[in-house]
T-cell receptor
Framework: AQKITQTQPGMFVQEKEAVTLDCTYD???????LFWYKQPSSGEMIFLIY??????QNATEGRYSLNFQKARKSANLVISASQLGDSAMYFC????????????FGTGTRLTIIP | DTGVSQNPRHKITKRGQNVTFRCDPI?????LYWYRQTLGQGPEFLTY????????KSRLLSDRFSAERPKGSFSTLEIQRTEQGDSAMYLC??????????????FGSGTQLSVL
């Protein structure tokens, strides 16, 4: 099975500090992609960042970056200079097949930013 | 607001009743997806449409579930004879599929169903 594992059910981080959310995945595919989504208490899943397996550089989107290590099959999300509004659930996800739209999600990490 | 819109936000029903949810995707998006999310879990894929065609259904989608997307615009998800195990958040997402690579899905805020 193409499983996504997020081992941190919850994290507490001081405001303005950087935080790393872990994600590991199973795959036998040569080509694949990885997504991170944020889910605030409103319920909406908000796209944060995407990494393709053939991308040579780690993806960055503003304060979000991916620490992508193919050999270790990990795609950790790094949030720099955390803000109170970053408090939410964070999900790592990947398509079952490259170019396929069916995402399989991890169980998520609940991030709480402490003022 | 041009995001994905879902109605209602919350639905409480008695076991055995039928319920219907609506999703309005982003207007230019050709693909529409339904996911289900239970407490403490990530969303699970249920089904998706490309325009008006329903291209795939998950084994999670029992015969009591039916989804439609007439004219390739909004979609409805109906659950017949609801059971307590159907209680979950039902999320709709849409994307503009170009035919290759991975798409970014845009999600709505979901419909929270509680079956008593």
């Amino acid at each position: 099975a193409q499983k996504i594992t997020q081992t941190q059910p919850g994290m507490f981080v001081q405001e303005k500090e950087a935080v790393t959310l872990d994600c590991t995945y199973d795959t036998s595919d040569q080509s694949y992609g990885l997504f991170w989504y944020k889910q605030p208490s409103s319920g909406e899943m908000i796209f944060l960042i995407y990494q393709g397996s053939y991308d040579e550089q780690n993806a960055t989107e503003g304060r979000y970056s991916l620490n992508f290590q193919k050999a270790r099959k990990s795609a950790n999300l790094v949030i720099s200079a955390s803000q109170l509004g970053d408090s939410a659930m964070y999900f790592c996800a990947r398509p079952l097949l490259f170019g396929n739209e069916k995402l399989t999600f991890g169980t998520g990490t609940r991030l709480t930013i402490i003022p | 607001d041009t995001g994905v819109s879902q109605n209602p936000r919350h639905k409480i029903t008695k076991r055995g009743q039928n319920v219907t949810f609506r999703c309005d995707p982003i207007s230019e998006h050709n693909r529409l997806y339904w996911y289900r999310q239970t407490l403490g879990q990530g969303p699970e894929f249920l089904t998706y449409f490309q325009n008006e065609a329903q291209l795939e259904k998950s084994r999670l989608l029992s015969d009591r579930f039916s989804a439609e997307r007439p004219k390739g615009s909004f979609s409805t998800l109906e659950i017949q004879r609801t059971e307590q195990g159907d209680s979950a958040m039902y999320l709709c997402a849409s994307s503009f599929f170009l035919g290759q690579g991975n798409e970014k899905l845009f999600f709505g805020s979901g419909t929270q169903l509680s079956v008593l």
